[in-house]
T-cell receptor
Framework: KAGVTQTPRYLIKTRGQQVTLSCSPI?????VSWYQQTPGQGLQFLFE???????NKGNFPGRFSGRQFSNSRSEMNVSTLELGDSALYLC?????????????FGPGTRLLVL | KQEVTQIPAALSVPEGENLVLNCSFT??????LQWFRQDPGKGLTSLLL?????REQTSGRLNASLDKSSGRSTLYIAASQPGDSATYLC??????????FGTGTRLTIIP
């Protein structure tokens, strides 16, 4: 069974631009969560989607948004990029909501904002 | 505030030794705790998941324990190998249904 895939793997943008990241969960998994990882803040939860509905959201500004499609694939969008948005963005999938399930992570998208 | 802490931030041990990584959390109302490893520049690989009703889980050379009353979890690695070198992260599910991660312990196994 294929693992979680994320595209693109690397991305360079400039301040003020917007970016869309994609995540394809493991087949059959309905929950997708997004995390931001930076050297200073570590891993921080962005949001979780389950059956196309956002179930939970972390403490990030409204510039960060996401959605989930009927096939459980998810996209994350960041508008008006700032230098501080440079990070590794990880998505994770699980069968049901993440509370009691093992989460499986993708390789991440490394975003550099110049 | 629900927090997860991992100390030390870095650890070096000679190959072949047994070692213990520590994880502490502030809220005993924990649903489960998960241990991950992360290799440089890569995503996270799930190692072990311990439900709140369990005390430990084992997988090969790895054994993870959970003590809710003391707010601690440990990951025991037996007979360490250079391939075990990585950053190890613990993450807890509290009642807010999101994973709260520790800052990780960077483990180096010295051949």
């Amino acid at each position: 069974k294929a693992g979680v895939t994320q595209t693109p793997r690397y991305l360079i943008k400039t301040r003020g631009q917007q970016v869309t990241l994609s995540c394809s969960p493991i087949s059959g998994h309905r929950s997708v969560s997004w995390y931001q990882q930076t050297p200073g803040q570590g891993l921080q939860f962005l949001f979780e989607y389950f059956s196309e509905t956002q179930r939970n959201k972390g403490n990030f500004p409204g510039r960060f948004s996401g959605r989930q499609f009927s096939n459980s694939r998810s996209e994350m969008n960041v508008s008006t990029l700032e230098l501080g948005d440079s990070a590794l963005y990880l998505c994770a999938s699980s069968l049901e909501t993440g509370r009691v399930e093992t989460q499986y992570f993708g390789p991440g998208t490394r975003l550099l904002v110049l | 505030k629900q927090e997860v802490t991992q100390i030390p931030a870095a650890l070096s041990v000679p190959e072949g030794e047994n070692l213990v990584l520590n994880c502490s959390f502030t809220d005993s109302a924990i649903y489960n705790l998960q241990w991950f490893r992360q290799d440089p520049g890569k995503g996270l690989t799930s190692l072990l998941l311990i439900q709140s009703s369990q005390r430990e889980q084992t997988s090969g050379r790895l054994n993870a324990s959970l003590d809710k009353s003391s707010g601690r979890s440990t990951l025991y690695i037996a007979a360490s190998q250079p391939g075990d070198s990585a950053t190890y992260l613990c993450a807890a599910y509290f009642g807010n249904e999101k994973l709260t991660f520790g800052t990780g312990t960077r483990l180096t196994i010295i051949p």
